[in-house]
């Protein structure tokens, strides 16, 4: 799959998440090339993952990005409500299989760094990600750096593990 950036073009644009995007999100979530990269292992999983997503949107800290006024894939900084936390914020994103590799995954990462400068209290952006996971790439392009590493964190098959990986950068670095 080649690169093709579409972020320039008029069709594209980022909006705030709306409660209307909750079924495409829970739709991407079940999505089984999607699923991998995720903890969630059975619909009422996604149910509270797309509740909380939904939930923090009202602080407008979740976003939508849209193609030709679709949803195509949402970004979300879940806020920490314990003041010794609250310094840190972990970022999640997800972006519909027939849309990446086009530059929304990177749009919508530059869009939530920008988004949790708006809370003045946030020093740190994480994400959490398995090793193998297409959003590395990403991270490492914003400056994320990698902060630990857990070995076989998370199982995918009897055979198959995956190390779990967090990455975070300073909201002090330019984007």
């Known amino acids: 799959m080649s690169f093709h950036d579409i972020t320039k073009e008029s069709l594209y644009d980022i909006r705030y998440f709306d409660d209307k995007d909750s079924a495409m999100l829970t739709e991407l979530l079940m999505n089984p090339q999607i699923q991998k990269w995720f903890p969630l292992s059975s619909i009422m999983d996604v149910e509270l993952f797309v509740r909380n997503w939904t939930n923090f949107s009202k602080y407008r800290a979740a976003i939508t990005a849209v193609w030709d006024q679709k949803p195509i894939g949402f970004g979300c900084i879940f806020l920490l ?18 849309f990446q590799k086009k530059g929304v995954g990177t749009s919508l990462l530059r869009n939530l760094i920008h ?57 002090q670095i330019e984007v």
Not at 81 to 98: F, G, Q, S, W
């Open 81 to 98: 409500p314990y003041r010794k936390v609250a310094i840190h914020t972990m970022a999640y994103l997800v972006v519909d299989p027939e």
């Open 115 to 171: 988004l949790s400068r708006e809370f003045k209290i946030i020093e740190k952006v994480q994400c959490e990600i398995y090793s193998g996971c297409p959003l590395e790439g990403i991270l490492k392009k914003l400056s994320f750096e990698k902060a630990l590493t857990q070995e076989g964190f998370v199982r995918f098959s009897e055979w198959e593990t995956s190390a779990r990986m967090v990455f975070e950068r300073s909201n």
